[in-house]
């Protein structure tokens, strides 16, 4: 079975602080994926990665930039966190054109 | 207009009932369809994949692919509380990269 991990299900954090989340896949995959899902607003696309050291923009980058420096791991930065990035933030994997695997997701609370 | 449109309100069903969800799409040139469960709180799961035109079967659920038409639809036969969720449909279009379309989902409710 497919796993993807994220490191924290729950976080709060301040105002300006910077903010790390961190997503892990253990079935070698090429693609992985940022989201943040909010109500009546559906799954919207941060950023996505096709390959270590890849990176595209999603639709809605601003606030965020992303790291992957290994295969299996690919992280999310909040530069400053901010009120209107309170959300609940998921992780996704991809082999080719097939399915998308879900990690559990992390609700982040901005205070 | 929007990539992916799952139009139809919360959905109310009796236990044991079929239900059925629908799903349209704009990029003709899409390859590969999925349906998504959300649990309340929880992160999305893969239920079923279509990539051809026609049905798929997996145990109570069946995904139909109408690429003429460019609809996918979703059946639930003998629906169960377990069934209570949010699903998705997600498209990913020819242009896409691998970026995956998604819907923004339809509510089902099993009523026991």
């Known amino acids: ?111 | 207009q929007k990539e992916v449109e799952q139009n139809s309100g919360p959905l109310s069903v009796p236990e044991g009932a079929i239900a059925s969800l629908n799903c349209t799409y704009s990029d003709r040139g899409s390859q590969s369809f999925f349906w998504y469960r959300q649990y309340s709180g929880k992160s999305p799961e893969l239920i079923m994949f279509i990539y051809s035109n026609g049905d798929k079967e997996d145990g109570r659920f069946t995904a139909q692919l109408n690429k003429a038409s460019q609809y996918v639809s979703l059946l639930i036969r003998d629906s169960q509380p377990s069934d209570s969720a949010t699903y998705l449909c997600a498209v990913n279009p020819f242009y896409g990269n691998n970026r995956l379309a998604f819907g923004k989902g339809n509510q089902v409710v099993v009523i026991p």
């Not at chain 1, 892990?24 to 950023?47: A, C, K, S, T």
């Not at chain 1, 609940?88 to 992390?106: I, R, W």
């Open chain 1, 1 to 111: 079975d497919v796993k993807v991990t994220q490191s924290s299900r729950y976080l709060v954090k301040r105002t300006g602080e910077k903010v790390f989340l961190e997503c892990v896949q253990d079935m070698d995959h090429e693609n992985m994926f940022w989201y943040r899902q909010d109500p009546g607003l559906g799954l919207r696309l941060i950023y996505f990665s096709y390959d270590v050291k890849m990176k595209e923009k999603g639709d809605i980058p601003e606030g965020y930039s992303v790291s992957r420096e290994k295969k299996e791991r690919f992280s999310l930065i909040l530069e400053s966190a901010s009120t209107n990035q309170t959300s609940m933030y998921l992780c996704a994997s991809m082999v080719g054109s097939y399915e998308q695997y879900f990690g559990p997701g992390t609700r982040l609370t901005v205070t």
